[in-house]
């Protein structure tokens, strides 16, 4: 059996409900675009799992968080897609994909296929058996990454209230779910192997400041080391945490989150890939000109910094989504994509942003003692990326316009003078 598509969008998340908003806009016909998505659920917006979805009252759910609601637009139902004739195939893997031939074979033995495919199967977590700890499937150990996972996890809290987690990394996975679990009456210790927390983006100073915040919250850090088994009762259930340097700590239930993989498996050997993703040009158009790539799983040029990157972050899924169907719809129209990559975060009363890139020399600026505070990242005598927390609507404005002007700087001491004056009076 089989059905035919000029368009179909692989993958149900994020970059797909933000690419269906876009064919809309643009004009698709009833019956040309199809979705197929292994959730069982229309595309949403996938932060809130971290986020209001853990919340002891008044938990987000769904349909309330389809997406496009993350950018204050209309909110895409069920009905939304039916109404404007887009095939929703829910709860369908593909499980293999052939592009010389056009075609995509889902686990439901349906072929399908497609003139124009874009292909937005985001990421999977990594799990600790990839690191050589066993024990993922057990009762009490939880990660996040789709629906499932969450509702797991709630179920998971639920019967762990008052008890003790063990929160593994020290990721955006770690904090925000630390501070759900905080929120939700458990203790929380949290074990990753840097020496301080959002060891990718964060200097020493910034992760001090959220790391001593947590610790008010009686959050506890064990850094520097990694878990190395767990233990187990006779049911199954996780009861511990031992780690490398011998602890072992006391354990209701876990939370992982080590990193993702993208989800390239289908296209291995058929698309070029570059830095773990498929590698896509400024049009997010692959090595094969009817397969466009967007989200997780793109690696696509960043214009700003001249070199091409994965982002694992939902901006530039939903704006790279929207551009795939611009110059799939309106070739001619169409320039280059020109992002600033964009990351944020939002845990307990606090919410950063950041833009552009933490490479160079730091001049951190603004009142560390109190909510209000940021960096300048400077490289080669240029302002390339900005962190603020607790700013208001313009001064984040500000320090995207900044970052994105990237302008000269002689004295890192005046900058670090100016501080977040210098954005707002650029
Ligand atoms: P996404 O993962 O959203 O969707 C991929 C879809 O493809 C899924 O529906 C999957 O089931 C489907 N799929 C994969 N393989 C398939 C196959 N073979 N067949 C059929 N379907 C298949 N970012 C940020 O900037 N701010 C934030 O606050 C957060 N918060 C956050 C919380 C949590 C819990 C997670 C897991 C992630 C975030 N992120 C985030 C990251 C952000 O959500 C992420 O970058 C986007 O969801 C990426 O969108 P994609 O559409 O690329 O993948
Ligand atoms: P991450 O890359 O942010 O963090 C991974 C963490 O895993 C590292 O910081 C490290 O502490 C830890 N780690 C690595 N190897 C380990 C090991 N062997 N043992 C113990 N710890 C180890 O990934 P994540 O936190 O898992 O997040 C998953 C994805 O979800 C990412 O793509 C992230 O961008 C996305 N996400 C984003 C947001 C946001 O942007 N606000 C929020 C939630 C999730």
């Known amino acids: 059996m089989g059905r035919a598509f000029v368009y179909v969008i692989l993958g149900g998340g994020v970059a797909a409900g933000y690419a269906a908003h876009e064919f809309v806009k643009r004009g698709v016909s009833h019956g040309e675009l199809c979705i197929i998505s292994e959730e069982p659920v229309a ?4 932060p809130a799992l971290s986020k209001g979805y853990l919340l002891p009252e008044d938990p987000a759910r769904l349909p309330a968080f389809h997406c496009c609601v993350g950018t204050n637009e209309e909110r895409l139902t069920p009905k939304w897609y039916k109404e404007h004739g887009i095939e929703l195939v829910l709860g369908t893997r593909v499980k293999s994909a052939d592009v010389r031939r056009k075609t995509l074979l889902t686990a439901t033995g349906e072929t399908i296929t497609y003139k124009i495919l ?41 019967s762990s209230s008052g008890g003790n ?41 910034i992760a001090s400041y959220y790391e001593e915040f947590y610790k008010s919250k009686g959050v506890q850090f064990v850094k520097g080391t990694v878990l190395t088994s767990f233990d187990f009762d006779s049911d199954q259930k996780v009861t511990a945490v031992n780690l490398r340097d ?19 498996s289908l296209f291995e050997g058929q698309l070029t890939l570059e830095k773990g993703g498929i590698k896509v040009n400024g049009r997010m158009q692959s090595s094969n000109s009817s397969v466009y790539a967007v989200g997780d799983v793109a690696t696509f040029p960043v214009k700003i910094f001249s070199e091409t990157r994965r982002l694992e972050h939902v901006d530039s899924a939903r704006k790279a989504a929207r551009h795939a169907v611009a110059a799939i719809i309106e070739p001619e129209k169409t320039t280059e994509f020109d992002y600033l990559p964009f990351f944020y975060s939002r845990v ?3 919410s950063w942003q950041f833009y552009g890139d933490n490479t160079g020399d730091v001049v951190h600026f603004g009142d560390f003692s ?22 208001t ?24 003078k100016q501080g977040l004056g210098f954005a707002l009076t650029l």
Not at 175 to 184: D, H, K, N, P, Y
Request: glycine share 12%.
């Open 165 to 205: 987690a063990v929160v593994i990394g020290g990721g955006y996975i770690g904090m925000e779910c630390a501070a759900s679990l905080v929120i939700s009456n458990i203790n929380v210790t949290m074990v990753f192997p840097e020496a301080h927390c959002m060891a990718r983006l964060f200097t020493p100073k």
């Open 118 to 158: 874009i292909v937005a199967t985001g990421a999977r977590a990594l799990k600790l058996e990839e690191f050589g700890v066993s024990g993922s499937d057990a009762d009490g150990v939880c990660y996040l990454r789709d629906l499932a996972d969450a509702n797991r996890l709630v179920n998971v809290m639920q």
């Open 43 to 46: 595309p949403y917006e996938r």
């Open 370 to 391: 109190g909510n209000r505070f940021g960096a300048y990242w400077v490289n080669k005598g240029q302002v390339v990326g900005s962190f603020l927390e607790g700013g």
């Open 246 to 264: 011998g602890t072992k700590l006391p354990a209701d239930m876990v939370i992982v989150g080590i990193g993702i993989r993208p989800n390239t």
């Open 348 to 350: 307990f009363t606090l």
């Open 393 to 416: 609507k313009e001064e984040y404005e500000a320090i995207a316009k900044i970052t994105r002007l990237k302008p000269a700087i002689e004295d890192l001491a005046d900058l670090e």
